[in-house]
C-alpha cells in the first residue's frame, strides 16, 4: 500500500496537450476516482501513474519513492481495464493464478491466495469455469481478482464497468466498494461515470481538458461545485443553470420574460459582490412545486413540459427562457398543468457569467 | 400522452404484433409474443442483452421473418412485406449516416429516396423544421466527421424523424451516448414526441430510459413478454419476479423464503420472521405447493434507523453510495444484500449494525421456480 503524489504532471501528444499540468495527493488506502468527460485527460493520467505513458514533465511518486523511470512491472501496481483481457480458453482459477505463477510463487501460497480472494469476491462457484463461457459481470470479477490476488500497492480501474449491463454495472459497484474498503488497497478509479464515482470515491477529482476542475468529496463537489461545470456534470440530472441579469431588486432571465425575486438576504449578498451577468443554478432536489403560488420569492410561474414518473420521485421539467430545467419532487405533477415553482433560497448558486466560476 | 389517459383506449392499433415466434437454430429469441402499440404512444421494450428486443423489433421492421405470427401495421398484414413496403422508420444502436455526406444531405436522404422522392422545396422545409426542434440548425453544412457524438445522435434522430411513417422503431438509439448527454436527450425525446405525436417501439435494457420515454413498458427476457403496462402499474402489481428485477433502479430486493408452521420464514439466517394469519397461510401453500418461495421488498418500502422501542430487523451496513439526492445503502441480513434508499444525511457506516423494517403488507411473494406472483 501507498500514497501517490503527482506533480504537475504534463503529458503532449504534438500540439494536444492531454494532461496539462496536474497535481494529484493520494493518501494511502484513499479511494480516488478521476472523473470527467472523453478527453479530459483521466485515463492518460493513469496511463502515466501506471508507467504505460512517459509523462512529457512532472513527477509521480509512491510514498516517497520516484517512479518516473520504473518499468510497470517494478513498480508493484495492478490494472483492470474496460475490457477483461483475461485468456478466455482457460479457466477462471489459472486466470487469476497466472500472476502468482509468473512470479514464482509456491502453490500451496497460491492455492491459500485463491481460497481468500474467491471468497471476498464470490468466486467459489465458478473457478472451474471457462471465462468465455460466464457472463460479463463474472468476467469482470475475474479479472479483478487477478488484479488484487498479488497485493499491489495500487490498484488502478480504468472504467471496469463501462461494458457491463446496466444491472450488472450496479451489482458490480457495490462490490467494487465493498471490496476496497476491506482491502484497504490505495485505489485509483477512471470514469466519465459521475454516478459511480459518487458512490465509490473517498475524494473525486473532477477533471477537464487537460485540468483539474475540483477535487473534494462526493458531498463537497455536488453540494458546493465551484463551477458551472461541475454542477452540470455531477447529479443526473445535473444543477440546472441559466443565463439572468441581476436588476438590484430582481434577476431577469434571459429573453426578458421570467424574472425573479430573491429573498432579502440573497439580494444583499449579490448586490454587495457586484456582478450583474450571472448564471444561477440550483439542482433539481431543490425545486418544488404547486399549482398556487405560495411564496413571495424565489418563485417562478411556468408550465410543465415533460414528467417522468420514477416510483420514489417524478422529475418534472419545464422551459426558463432557452433553458430546460427539472425539478425533483415526491408528489405528482401533471404533464402541461401551470403552476408554480419554488426554489429554495438557501440553496440558490451564483455563478460569474464570464468565467462560470462560483460567486457563492 | 400517457396510456392512463383514458382517450389512448380509444386510439387505433397501429402496430400489433400477434403471436410472434422466432427461432435461430435451438434458440428461440422470440416466444408467442404478443403486443399492441396505439397511434401516437411509445411503447418501450425493457430487457437485458439477449431477451429478444432486437429481434422483435427487426421483425415488425420487416429485417427478419418470424417462424410464426402476424405483423399487422395500421390494420393491414404486412407479414410478408419487405421492409420498404411497411412504411416504418427505424432507428439503429449503430447508425449508420453516410461520412461522406453533410448533415443536411444525410438527413435528406430519405426523403429523395426512389419512390419516396419528394420535391427539394418540401424537403428544405421538413429538415429546416426537425433541424430547429433537434437544436442543429447550425449544423447542416458540416460534414458527418466533424461532428461530436452527441451531435451524430441528434443528425440520426433528425434523419428518422423527418419522415412521417406509421410507426418509428427504435433501437437503443441513446446507448451510446455519454450519460450526460442521454439524460438531455431523453426529455427532448418526450418532448419531441409529444409535438410529433408519433407512434413508437422503443428497445433498450436502461430502466431509466424506458421510464422517461414509454408511455407503457412491456418487460422481456429470454423472448418472453412477461407484462405490458405503464411504470405505476408494472410497479405496483409485477406479476413475475423478472418484472420486479428488471423494473426500478435498484430494483425490488428479492430474498429465499419459506413457511413453515403458521409463519413465513425469510433467507433462514436472518431472523426475519413473519407471522401469517390461517387464510394467508394456506393460500401461500396451496399455490407454492412444496416449492419454495421468493419474497420480495420494493427499496422505499424499507424504513431504516428503527428505534430499539420497535420492532425490528437487524442487518449490517456494507454499502453506502452517496447519490447526491439520495443515500444508496446495502445491508448485509443473511445470506442476502438489501437495498434501500435513505436520506443523505443518515448516520452509521461501513461495518455498522442498522435496525430495519418492513411490514409484511408491503411484501411480494413469487413461485421460486416459475417466477409467477403468488398472491395471498
Same mark, same amino acid.
Given at each position: 500500500m501507498a500514497a501517490v503524489h503527482v506533480k504537475n504532471l504534463k503529458k503532449f501528444y504534438g500540439s494536444v496537450k492531454a494532461v496539462d499540468g496536474i497535481d494529484l495527493e493520494i493518501e494511502d488506502q484513499e479511494f480516488v476516482v478521476l472523473l470527467g468527460p472523453s478527453g479530459c485527460g483521466k485515463t492518460t493520467t493513469l496511463r502515466c501513474i501506471a508507467g504505460l505513458e512517459s509523462p512529457t514533465s512532472g513527477e509521480i511518486f509512491f510514498d516517497s519513492r520516484r517512479v518516473n523511470t520504473l518499468e510497470p512491472a517494478d513498480r508493484n501496481i495492478a490494472m483492470v481495464f474496460q475490457f477483461f483481457a483475461l485468456y478466455p480458453h482457460l479457466n477462471a482459477i489459472d486466470n487469476i493464478s497466472f500472476p502468482l505463477r509468473a512470479q514464482g510463487t509456491p502453490p500451496k501460497k497460491i492455492g491459500e491466495k485463491i481460497a481468500w480472494i474467491s471468497g471476498l469476491l464470490g468466486l467459489e462457484a465458478i473457478l472451474k469455469r471457462k471465462v468465455q463461457t460466464l457472463p460479463g459481470g463474472d468476467q469482470q470479477k475475474v479479472a479483478l481478482a487477478r488484479a488484487i490476488v498479488r497485493d499491489p500497492v495500487v490498484l488502478l480501474l480504468d472504467?471496469?464497468?463501462?461494458?457491463?449491463?446496466e444491472k450488472f454495472r450496479d451489482e458490480m459497484r457495490t462490490e467494487l466498494g465493498r471490496l476496497q474498503r476491506s482491502l484497504h488497497v490505495t485505489t485509483i478509479y477512471v470514469t466519465h461515470d459521475q454516478r459511480e464515482a459518487m458512490a465509490l470515491a473517498d475524494k473525486i477529482v473532477l477533471m477537464k481538458d487537460g485540468k483539474i476542475l475540483q477535487a473534494g468529496s462526493p458531498r463537497e463537489i455536488y453540494g458546493d461545485p465551484q463551477s458551472v461545470f461541475a454542477g452540470y456534470f455531477i447529479g443526473s440530472p445535473g444543477m440546472n443553470f441559466a443565463k439572468c441579469v441581476w436588476e438590484g431588486d430582481r434577476l431577469l432571465f434571459q429573453g426578458g420574460i421570467n424574472e425573479l425575486k430573491l429573498s432579502d438576504k440573497l439580494a444583499t449578498l449579490l448586490s454587495q459582490k457586484g456582478k450583474r451577468n450571472l448564471l444561477i443554478g440550483i439542482r433539481p432536489e431543490h425545486i418544488s412545486f404547486s399549482a398556487m403560488q405560495r411564496e413571495s420569492v424565489c418563485t417562478l410561474k411556468i408550465k410543465v413540459a415533460t414528467v417522468e414518473k420514477f416510483s420514489q420521485f417524478k422529475i418534472f421539467s419545464f422551459h426558463l427562457g432557452e433553458q430546460l430545467f427539472m425539478g425533483r419532487v415526491r408528489e405528482e405533477v401533471p404533464e402541461g398543468a401551470e403552476g408554480y415553482v419554488y426554489f429554495l433560497p438557501d440553496r440558490l448558486r451564483f455563478f460569474d457569467a464570464e468565467t462560470e466560476r462560483s460567486i457563492f | 400522452m400517457r396510456a392512463s389517459d383514458p382517450q389512448a383506449q380509444d386510439k387505433i392499433k397501429m402496430l400489433k404484433l400477434d403471436g410472434i415466434t422466432k427461432r435461430f437454430g435451438d434458440l428461440t429469441a422470440v416466444n408467442r409474443l404478443r403486443i399492441e402499440v396505439s397511434a401516437g404512444e411509445i411503447i418501450v421494450l425493457l430487457g437485458p442483452t439477449g431477451a429478444g428486443k432486437t429481434t422483435t423489433l427487426r421483425i415488425a421492421a420487416g429485417l427478419e421473418n418470424p417462424d410464426e405470427g402476424k405483423v399487422i401495421l395500421d390494420g393491414r /398484414?404486412?407479414?410478408?412485406?419487405p421492409p420498404s413496403y411497411r412504411d416504418v422508420a427505424m432507428i439503429f444502436e449503430a447508425h449508420n449516416l453516410y461520412p461522406i455526406y453533410n448533415v443536411y444531405d444525410n438527413i435528406a436522404f430519405p426523403l429523395r429516396a426512389p419512390g419516396r422522392k419528394l420535391p427539394e422545396k418540401e424537403i428544405k422545409e421538413r429538415i429546416s423544421k426537425v433541424a430547429t426542434d433537434l437544436h442543429i440548425s447550425h449544423l447542416l453544412d458540416r460534414e458527418m466527421t466533424t461532428l461530436s457524438g452527441g451531435e451524430i445522435q441528434r443528425a440520426a434522430l433528425a434523419r428518422t424523424l423527418v419522415r412521417t411513417p406509421r410507426i418509428y422503431l427504435m433501437d437503443?438509439?441513446?446507448?451510446?451516448? /455519454?450519460l450526460k448527454l442521454r439524460e438531455e436527450l431523453r426529455v427532448e425525446f418526450r418532448e419531441l414526441h409529444k409535438r410529433y405525436g408519433a407512434t413508437m417501439l422503443y428497445v433498450t435494457h436502461d430502466f431509466v430510459s424506458a421510464v422517461s420515454i414509454g408511455d407503457r413498458i412491456g418487460i422481456l427476457d429470454r423472448g418472453k413478454l412477461h407484462q405490458v403496462g405503464t411504470p405505476d402499474e408494472l410497479h405496483q402489481d409485477p406479476h413475475t419476479v423478472t418484472v420486479a428485477a428488471l423494473m426500478?433502479?435498484?430494483p425490488m430486493n428479492l430474498l429465499p423464503c419459506q413457511v413453515a408452521g403458521g409463519s413465513m420464514l425469510v433467507d433462514q439466517e436472518a431472523g426475519i420472521i413473519f407471522p401469517l394469519s390461517q387464510g394467508q397461510g394456506a393460500k401461500v401453500r396451496e399455490k407454492a405447493g412444496d416449492g419454495e418461495i421468493v419474497l420480495g421488498v420494493w427499496p422505499e418500502d424499507i424504513r431504516i434507523g428503527i428505534p430499539e422501542s420497535e420492532r425490528a430487523f437487524q442487518g449490517l451496513i456494507v454499502g453506502k453510495e452517496f447519490q447526491g439526492a439520495n443515500t444508496l445503502m446495502n445491508l448485509s441480513v443473511g445470506k442476502s444484500i438489501l437495498k434501500t434508499l435513505t436520506d443523505p444525511d443518515f448516520p452509521g457506516g461501513f461495518g455498522k449494525l442498522c435496525r430495519f423494517y418492513f411490514p409484511l403488507e408491503k411484501v411480494y411473494l413469487f413461485h421460486k421456480k416459475s417466477g409467477e406472483r403468488i398472491y395471498f
Open positions: 472504467e471496469p464497468l463501462s461494458q457491463l449491463d | /398484414d404486412v407479414t410478408k412485406l437503443e438509439p441513446l446507448s451510446n451516448l /455519454d426500478e433502479s435498484p
